[in-house]
T-cell receptor
Framework: AQSVTQPDIHITVSEGASLELRCNYSYGATPYLFWYVQSPGQGLQLLLK??????LVQGIKGFEAEFKRSQSSFNLRKPSVHWSDAAEYFC?????????????FGTGTQLKVEL | NAGVTQTPKFQVLKTGQSMTLQCAQDMNHEYMSWYRQDPGMGLRLIHYSVGAGITDQGEVPNGYNVSRSTTEDFPLRLLSAAPSQTSVYFC??????????FGDGTRLSIL
């Protein structure tokens, strides 16, 4: 069965500092990997996705993530954090099931940005 | 450009009551799913459907029923609500290996 681990429950960074959120997955085949962001009281917004090909993927809002098969990791990075990036971030692994992608989520990382 | 629409947005129930959370999508996606989100536990899959007339259980199906009579709609039913079902519920729709689109959620409290 697939699983996702986000080892950091909370992270605090200063505005303008760099950010890396960790994600480790377990999956028997080539994974479909996603990062979602959730602002308080809101739904989930897709930041980026990895299916195959280039292991460094670019997303919205200046985020990027790198797929490392040898480490079973898909860490999210941003070179300079903005106060508006404060939110909860979820990593997910997908398994093709019927006509869609069955997602397993990590428990999330809450990001706080200090001004 | 509605995407996935969930109703209601908020609901308070008493233990033992029943209710249906509605989910509708206008993207003609075959795959739809329901998740619940609880603090510190991320999102967990309740039920999913790969097309009209086909549903299956996810990780936490107990206490919930679903049906899929049309491509557009995928309602989630609580037959006898329990306090443990207090949560935020998200519906999603997708196709193939593409990311799922999520609704804005239904915040459910059971007293």
């Amino acid at each position: 069965a697939q699983s996702v681990t986000q080892p950091d429950i909370h992270i605090t960074v200063s505005e303008g500092a760099s950010l890396e959120l960790r994600c480790n997955y377990s999956y028997g085949a080539t994974p479909y990997l996603f990062w979602y962001v959730q602002s308080p009281g809101q739904g989930l917004q897709l930041l980026l996705k990895y299916f195959s090909g280039d292991t460094l993927v670019q997303g919205i809002k200046g985020f990027e993530a790198e797929f490392k098969r040898s480490q079973s990791s898909f860490n999210l990075r941003k070179p300079s954090v903005h106060w508006s990036d404060a939110a909860e971030y979820f990593c997910a692994v997908g398994a093709l099931t019927g006509g869609g992608n069955k997602l397993t989520f990590g428990t999330g990382t809450q990001l706080k940005v200090e001004l | 450009n509605a995407g996935v629409t969930q109703t209601p947005k908020f609901q308070v129930l008493k233990t033992g009551q029943s209710m249906t959370l509605q989910c509708a999508q206008d993207m003609n996606h075959e795959y739809m799913s329901w998740y619940r989100q609880d603090p510190g536990m991320g999102l967990r899959l309740i039920h999913y459907s790969v097309g009209a007339g086909i549903t299956d259980q996810g990780e936490v199906p107990n206490g919930y029923n679903v049906s899929r009579s049309t491509t557009e709609d995928f309602p989630l039913r609580l037959l006898s609500a329990a306090p443990s079902q207090t949560s935020v519920y998200f519906c999603a729709a997708g196709t193939g290996n593409q990311p799922q689109h999520f609704g804005d959620g239904t915040r459910l409290s059971i007293l």
